[in-house]
């Protein structure tokens, strides 16, 4: 297994969370007495990751008074997306940090979503290059349905209104290499005036290089009645 970075973006203001982000950012919300972000930092962990870039914005500073430049053995940099311009402009952020830490390859994953380390451990083994996980979902027109095929993804169609159920869906964890920052660079903004990391992704699939990995357990928490489904779970 190779040892890697992890970038998590977590600058998300979790409106879909009100009034559990009033005065905290989405990462910080508790589920079984720890923070979201703890829970991801543990699992990547596991996974054999030591160094972390995260990526923060709404009340940053929750996260770095809890976190540190230390915690539990994973070494931790953070970079400020001053405006809440898109996952992709988030990832975008880090581009100089990962650059210093001379990175080729590297773990991205969203703050809300919490993957099992045996699940990263098969993404960072995938035989792509660009790889993202994925999962079998029971109501996936709240998500990016994929499809596949020959080992590859080969389509992706972000909340579709007609669907087959269960569906495989974006499990929102990827492994992706230094170049994609030059494919985030010519991004334009989406219809929400964002700039999306799933359209950097769509370039790819476009291109034939973004492989896959079924993950088996994924919590996807982006609102209240996720976050009450998951202390079930934990």
């Known amino acids: 297994m190779i040892t890697m970075l992890a970038v998590v973006l977590a600058g998300g203001k979790g409106l879909r969370m009100l009034p559990l982000t009033k005065d905290r950012p989405k990462a910080m919300v508790k589920l079984r007495g720890k923070p979201l972000l703890e829970w991801i930092l543990l699992e990547l962990k596991k996974a054999g ?25 994973l070494s931790i940099e ?10 992709g402009h988030a990832l975008a952020q880090a581009k100089k940090t990962v650059e210093k830490l001379s990175a080729k390859q590297f773990i991205v994953c969203y703050a809300d979503v919490i993957a099992n380390h045996k699940d990263v451990v098969k993404l960072i083994n995938a035989r ?60 334009r903004p989406s219809k929400r005036n964002e700039l999306e990391l799933t359209d950097a992704l769509k370039k790819l699939i476009r291109k034939g290089k973004l492989g896959y990995v079924i993950m088996e357990n994924v919590l996807d928490i982006g609102t209240i009645a996720d976050l009450e489904r998951a202390m079930q779970q934990c």
Do not use: D
């Not at 990751?49 to 053995?73: D, T």
């Not at 590859?152 to 495989?168: D, F, G, M, Q, Y």
């Not at 869906?169 to 010519?186: D, H, P, T």
């Open 49 to 73: 990751i030591r160094k972390v870039i995260i990526v923060v914005g709404y009340k940053k500073e929750k996260i770095a008074e809890h976190f540190g430049k230390r915690f539990k053995g």
């Open 78 to 87: 953070y970079v400020v997306q001053k405006k809440p311009l898109g996952t």
């Open 128 to 187: 792509w290059q660009y790889a993202m996980g994925l999962r079998y979902e029971a109501e996936p027109e709240r998500f990016g349905v994929v499809c596949v095929k020959n080992r590859r993804v080969i389509s992706l169609t972000e909340k579709p209104k007609k669907v087959k159920k269960p569906a495989l869906v974006n499990a929102g964890v990827y492994k992706l290499r230094k170049e994609i920052f030059e494919i985030l660079e010519k991004l």
